[in-house]
Structure formats: structure tokens, C-alpha cells
């Protein structure tokens, strides 16, 4: 079983930055890619960004040149990160890291979200 948790959400003024964060543990061996997603109250959840183990990125054209995906690995824990800099009200959303575990299909494994809120 995978957990995901993240942390790093709040409140930030026009142009900011913030960096949220998440750890995948547990049976981590067979996770082969990491993202973020988001959804803005009325819309659609979105793909923000994601990472391979190979370390190929892909990040949506919104937030090309002002986020940052990355990732830390270590023996037991997967560790995920964005930066989000010179942030915009359009940012604001629920933001979701989920892992994905290769097996016989893909198993997706969500955290339970933080909230980014990007305001002056």
C-alpha cells in the first residue's frame, strides 16, 4: 500500500512564491511516475506538472517558466516538490500530488490535497 501527503499550501500575494511539498511511503519500489494536480472551484481537475523515475518532466503552458517539479529519492520515502514562483490569482486551487505504481494497470495513488489561494 501506498500513502501520499502533502503540505505546503496557504495564502500568497500576486507574484509570490510558495512550495508545496509531498511524500509518497510504503510500497514505493514499483512508483514510476509523481505529478501535482490541480482544481479551481468550477472547473476541472488539471495536470500541473508530473516526473518520471527516468526524469522526464511535463508541465501544463499555464505554468511553464514559473513552476518547478522535482524529486528526492530515498530508501523508503518518495519525496515530491513545486515551486511555484511569481504566482497568479488564476493559481488558486486545491493542489493534489498523486503517485503512480506499476502493476498488472496502473494503480493511482491521491493525497488528500492542500489548498493554494493566491490573493491580495
Known amino acids: 500500500q501506498v500513502e501520499v501527503v502533502e503540505s505546503g499550501g496557504g495564502l500568497v500575494q500576486p507574484g509570490g512564491s510558495l512550495r508545496l511539498s509531498c511524500a509518497a511511503s510504503g510500497t514505493i519500489s514499483s512508483i514510476y511516475v509523481m505529478g501535482w494536480y490541480r482544481q479551481a472551484p468550477g472547473k476541472q481537475r488539471e495536470l500541473v506538472a508530473e516526473?518520471?523515475?527516468?526524469?522526464?518532466?511535463?508541465?501544463v503552458d499555464s505554468v511553464k517558466g514559473r513552476f518547478t517539479i522535482d524529486r528526492d529519492n530515498a530508501k523508503n520515502m518518495l519525496s515530491l516538490f513545486l515551486q511555484m514562483n511569481n504566482l497568479k490569482p488564476e493559481d488558486t486551487a486545491v493542489y493534489y500530488c498523486y503517485a503512480d505504481e506499476a502493476r498488472s494497470l496502473t494503480q493511482r495513488h491521491w493525497g488528500q490535497g492542500t489548498h493554494v489561494t493566491v490573493s491580495s
Open positions: 516526473i518520471f523515475s527516468s526524469g522526464m518532466v511535463n508541465y
